[in-house]
């Protein structure tokens, strides 16, 4: 087992080049927001964007677009029904996330069989929320297992491996993982990463970031940064790592960390640990 540290936050966040183009950091498509959940994918959108990512697309109910344009006008929006453009919209990603927000319903489920078949080689899928439930439920198969990260929170994982929570010891955790082939970030109170060759432990959490949309942020965190470095496993443990470590420090003086309130914050931090070339440094946050 691994235990993520702050050395893993400035081994991946690089200074950008000087000759730096909204291409240079990545496509991302965030796909979900049913006319209930409209608020999560916007929080994983804004995250998404404030963690870096170059150019990111949101397909959501057509009652969410407003929303989404008042909170977020760097992002850009695409009414999930409309089929043909979502085709050529997802041509374009580099990421693509599917799942908060986006329920269980008929049409749902057709936009994550869709997004499934769609995938191609060179396109990282990370899968959250409803989106496992509906992975779980039907069965579905993925294209390239080893480009997709679910991000499962216990109960979504209880349905994905079939491991009940008393049973989600790192040993079945494991056996779920190998079974998938994917990438799993296994949300609790002390987040876990399941790869095919190494187990992580994120050490830092605190109870005050318990409160919805929280993992919708860290969805819409790791789609960021899998758009734009390069290092894909390395860019999942830090997005994981500086999610937390964020909700920390801002839990010393906060009852309460609202997920916005971190997205808020993510690109003083990430400029933070551009400049910690070495261990004092990183030592002094």
Not at 7 to 21: C, F, G, T, Y
Not at 98 to 106: C, E, R, W
Not at 173 to 186: E, S, Y
Request: hydrophobic share 40%; net charge negative; glycine share 8%.
């Amino acid at each position: 087992m691994n235990v993520l540290t702050q050395e893993d936050l400035s081994a991946v966040i690089q200074p950008r080049p000087k000759n730096a183009h909204k291409g240079t950091f990545g496509r991302s498509v965030l796909i979900g927001g049913n006319d209930t959940y409209g608020g999560a994918i916007i929080m994983s959108a804004e995250a998404c964007v404030k963690s870096g990512c170059g150019l990111t697309s949101v397909v959501t109910a057509g009652k969410n677009h407003a929303a989404l344009h008042a909170r977020l006008p760097e992002a850009m929006v695409l009414d999930w029904m409309l089929t043909h453009e979502l085709n050529d919209l997802l041509n374009t990603a580099d990421v693509i996330l599917i799942g908060p927000g986006l329920g269980l319903d008929p049409h749902s489920q057709e936009i994550l069989k869709h997004v499934l078949h769609a995938q191609h080689a060179s396109q990282w899928l990370v899968i959250d929320g409803s989106a496992i439930t509906l992975f779980a439920q039907n069965h579905y198969s993925l294209n390239y297992p080893k480009q997709v990260v679910f991000t499962p929170h216990q109960m979504e994982w209880e349905r994905l491996s079939g491991f009940s929570l008393a049973e989600q010891t790192v040993e079945h955790n494991r056996m779920g993982q190998k079974r998938l082939d994917a990438t799993i970030v296994l949300k609790s109170h002390r987040t876990e990463i399941y790869t095919n060759d190494t187990h992580y432990k994120n050490p830092l959490g605190t109870p005050a970031m318990a409160t919805g949309g929280m993992g919708d942020t860290l969805a819409g965190m790791i789609t960021g940064f899998l758009a734009q470095f390069s290092e894909k496993e390395a860019a999942i443990c830090a997005a994981v790592y500086l999610h937390s470590l964020i909700g920390e420090e801002l839990g010393k003086e906060n009852y309460v960390v609202l997920p916005t309130e971190l997205s808020k914050h993510l690109p003083t931090y990430m400029k933070r640990f551009e400049h910690s070339k070495n261990k004092d440094e990183r030592n002094d946050y």
